[in-house]
């Protein structure tokens, strides 16, 4: 981490977690998938199919208790630094609704939040979307008079994200009969997007760049050189729409007829274990490897680890810093470069037009 940078939050007064939000409950489901899929041509097929997803787990997703228990260890690690700034949660589609929070911070006399979004890497979904949503319901609020937002830059290659991706794929390793050990594969998996997403923003380059970063200090640690490949999980919208490809499970089929005789699937686009991860991986690729009788183990997401809540502290006191007028050295493992703290002119745009309004850039 970043030493250098001294810890302060100063000028921010508050630290805002802006995550995707899901469903607690079944009769929350449909009116959650409604919100996620206004507008987007997502088949009825597909959100019945997802519908299904959540009724499996009770109509509950995992997602907002893990935001609980990000945001509990995040206030823990900020007190002990002697960061005093409160934390506050808000969601794109579910309750706690980002205008409703938004309206409770300025009432509190919040005038200068950072935002911290639950995606590490750049893309409509990860990064414009959520700039486009803090835009709204700032507006809906009635804040963008009184506050002044800013959003903490894509962290993708940070050592506090790569670094708990390490540690649970070797902790992942050591679940295989020893036996396997060697001879696993490694599948990095990530959300699929549509290919016009892809093609307008680094969303691929940067995940590669994360799984081969993880991918080498495997090697080190286990002196075993071993294949590894870039998959997709949760593909949607209509057939006809081209998204990332190969999907995990398709992929599953390839390596065992190809004679692979165990893998690691280690979820590299997801910051802790939500629905595509305990649905898409350990639910549905886990029963095709269990069909094609190839071991499988799946490695652990950030979630709560150290190392994820120390990078949290470590963004907001980079870009702290940043405001300040200080120079600042700033962590970041691949050699893409640090995104910029305020994204580009059309940077991850809207693929359905630009002209909607997005804070925390420079359109
Ligand atoms: C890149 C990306 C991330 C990672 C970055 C990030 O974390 O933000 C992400 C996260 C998430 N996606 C989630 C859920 C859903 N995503 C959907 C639909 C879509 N996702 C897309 C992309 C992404 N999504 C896209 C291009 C669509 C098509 C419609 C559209 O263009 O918007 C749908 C609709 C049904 C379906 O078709 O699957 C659902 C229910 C949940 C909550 C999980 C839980 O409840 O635990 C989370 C964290
Ligand atoms: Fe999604």
């Given amino acids: 981490m970043v030493e250098s940078v001294s810890a302060s939050a100063e000028p921010y007064d508050a630290l805002l977690l802006l995550s995707f939000g899901g469903p607690e409950g079944p009769d929350e489901v449909v009116p959650f998938l409604e919100n996620v899929t206004r507008g987007r041509g997502i088949p009825r097929e597909r959100l019945a199919a997802v519908g299904e997803h959540y009724f499996l787990f009770g109509g509950v997703s995992p997602i907002n208790a893990q935001c609980r228990a990000l945001i509990a260890q995040v206030e823990k690690d900020l007190a ?5 700034v409160p934390v506050y949660w808000g969601n794109r589609n579910w309750q706690p609704f980002l205008a409703d929070t938004l309206r409770r911070m300025a009432a509190d006399g919040v005038r ?3 935002v911290f979004v639950t995606s590490a890497y750049s893309s409509y979904s990860g990064c414009r979307q959520y700039r486009e949503d803090l835009a709204a319901a700032a507006a809906e609020a009635g804040v963008l008079d009184v506050m002044r937002i800013d959003k903490i830059r894509a962290y993708f290659d940070h050592p506090g994200f790569v670094g708990p991706f390490v540690s649970s794929t070797l902790e992942a390793l050591d679940r295989l009969e020893p036996q396997l050990r060697d001879a696993a594969e490694v599948v ?14 680094a969303y691929v380059p940067q995940h590669e760049a994360v799984a081969g970063l993880v991918a080498d200090a495997v090697r080190e640690r286990t002196g075993v050189e071993r294949d590894w490949t870039l998959v997709y999980c949760s593909r949607s919208g209509p057939p006809t729409q081209p998204w990332l490809e190969p999907d995990v499970c398709a992929h599953l089929r390839d390596r065992a007829a190809a004679g692979a005789r165990a893998v690691v699937v280690v979820p590299i686009g997801f910051v802790s ?14 029963q095709v490897a269990a069909e094609l009788g190839l071991p499988m183990a799946r490695a652990a997401t950030p979630g709560t680890r150290p190392d994820f809540v120390a990078l949290v502290r470590d963004l907001l006191t980079e870009r702290a810093a940043v405001e300040r007028g200080e120079t600042v050295t700033r962590a970041g493992l691949s050699g ?3 995104m910029p703290d305020l994204c580009a002119p059309g940077c991850c745009p809207n693929p359905r037009g630009a002209g909607k309004p997005a804070l925390c850039g420079r359109d």
């Fill in 112 to 114: 200068r939040p950072l």
């Fill in 188 to 201: 990095f998996v990530t959300h699929s997007v549509p290919l016009s997403y892809a093609q307008t923003s």
């Fill in 80 to 84: 002990e630094h002697g960061i005093g």
């Fill in 273 to 286: 274990d939500h629905m595509e991860v305990i649905y898409d991986l350990d639910t549905q690729a886990a």
């Fill in 336 to 338: 893409l470069g640090a």
